[in-house]
């Protein structure tokens, strides 16, 4: 049989070479890869930007915008109330200062738009008096009340407890700011112009005392806020 003759010498530290070399290469590679998996994964930083947030509107401060005599007659009827007062009345159901009520359409053209009127309300030689509640609560029984486009009166009716024949027919609702327009603002009572006073307890269409509509509804009287001040909306 045929013999082959070994390999040169310098061949075979060649190849020796080559073998440490490649064993060498898969150690590291080995040691970057364990490396690699234990390293610490870079934080991030949490955004810096501010959430915004929501601005609460400063409480309306009850008697500050009224004149000597609407001063006389709150402090009279806070008087009557205590010791919950205009005060107390304000921060509970207007804290934010928007106040709205609602009137026929037929009303609104004769006794708004056609004398060009500049306050709300009925008016005498101490001012203009309008009955308001809080905005919220009356656009809610608006929304609620409408079916295919159109209000329904019973359903405005029975939310405000107020008779739905006060409802009928297009109405106007209008919504004022009294922090935007300071305003006097305060209980109602039994002398304000157009105040019908209750006669008995099942009467619902009159006024009691007390800062609530004989439905349970809040109240307030707001006295001369301009026409051109209050945001409008027709309600089909």
Same mark, same amino acid.
């Given at each position: 049989?045929?013999?082959?003759?070994?390999?040169?010498?310098?061949?075979? /530290?060649?190849?020796?070479?080559?073998?440490?070399?490649?064993?060498?290469?898969?150690?590291?590679?080995?040691?970057?890869?364990?490396?690699?998996?234990?390293?610490?994964?870079?934080?991030?930083?949490?955004?810096?930007?501010?959430?915004?947030?929501?601005?609460?509107?400063?409480?309306?401060?009850?008697?500050? &915008?009224?004149?000597?005599?609407?001063?006389?007659?709150?402090?009279?009827?806070?008087?009557?109330?205590?010791?919950?007062?205009?005060?107390?009345?304000?921060?509970? !159901?207007? &804290?934010?200062?928007?106040?709205?009520?609602?009137?026929?359409?037929?009303?609104?053209? !004769?006794? /708004?738009?056609?004398?060009?009127?500049?306050?709300?309300?009925?008016?005498?030689?101490?001012?203009?008096?309008?009955?308001?509640?809080?905005?919220?609560?009356?656009?809610?029984?608006?929304?609620?009340?409408?079916?295919?486009?159109?209000?329904?009166?019973?359903?405005?009716?029975?939310?405000?407890?107020?008779?739905?024949? !006060?409802?009928?027919?297009?109405?106007?609702?209008?919504?004022?700011?009294?922090?935007?327009?300071?305003?006097?603002?305060?209980?109602?009572?039994?002398?304000?112009?157009?105040?019908?006073?209750?006669?008995?307890?099942?009467?619902?269409?009159?006024?009691?005392?007390?800062?609530?509509?004989?439905?349970?509804?809040?109240?307030?009287?707001?006295? !001369?806020?301009? /026409?051109?001040?209050?945001?409008?909306?027709?309600?089909?």
């Amino acid at each position: 049989m045929p013999r082959f003759a070994a390999p040169p010498k310098n061949l075979r /530290v060649l190849r020796f070479s080559m073998l440490r070399a490649m064993k060498t290469l898969r150690w590291l590679t080995l040691v970057f890869l364990i490396g690699c998996a234990g390293a610490q994964k870079p934080t991030t930083t949490p955004s810096t930007t501010p959430t915004p947030q929501e601005v609460t509107p400063p409480p309306v401060v009850a008697g500050a &915008a009224c004149d000597v005599h609407q001063a006389e007659v709150l402090k009279q009827a806070d008087t009557k109330a205590a010791p919950y007062g205009t005060a107390q009345h304000l921060a509970k !159901n207007f &804290a934010d200062g928007k106040v709205s009520w609602l009137m026929k359409d037929t009303a609104y053209q !004769n006794y /708004v738009v056609k004398p060009a009127a500049k306050d709300w309300g009925r008016c005498d030689p101490t001012g203009c008096y309008v009955f308001t509640a809080p905005a919220a609560k009356i656009h809610e029984a608006v929304e609620h009340s409408m079916v295919n486009g159109h209000h329904d009166p019973a359903a405005i009716g029975k939310a405000l407890g107020l008779p739905a024949a !006060n409802f009928e027919g297009t109405l106007r609702m209008m919504t004022f700011d009294l922090n935007k327009d300071p305003v006097c603002a305060r209980l109602p009572v039994d002398a304000d112009p157009g105040v019908y006073a209750c006669k008995t307890p099942q009467d619902t269409d009159c006024f009691k005392f007390g800062g609530y509509t004989s439905g349970g509804v809040p109240e307030l009287m707001v006295i !001369n806020a301009p /026409v051109d001040k209050t945001a409008i909306e027709e309600v089909q």
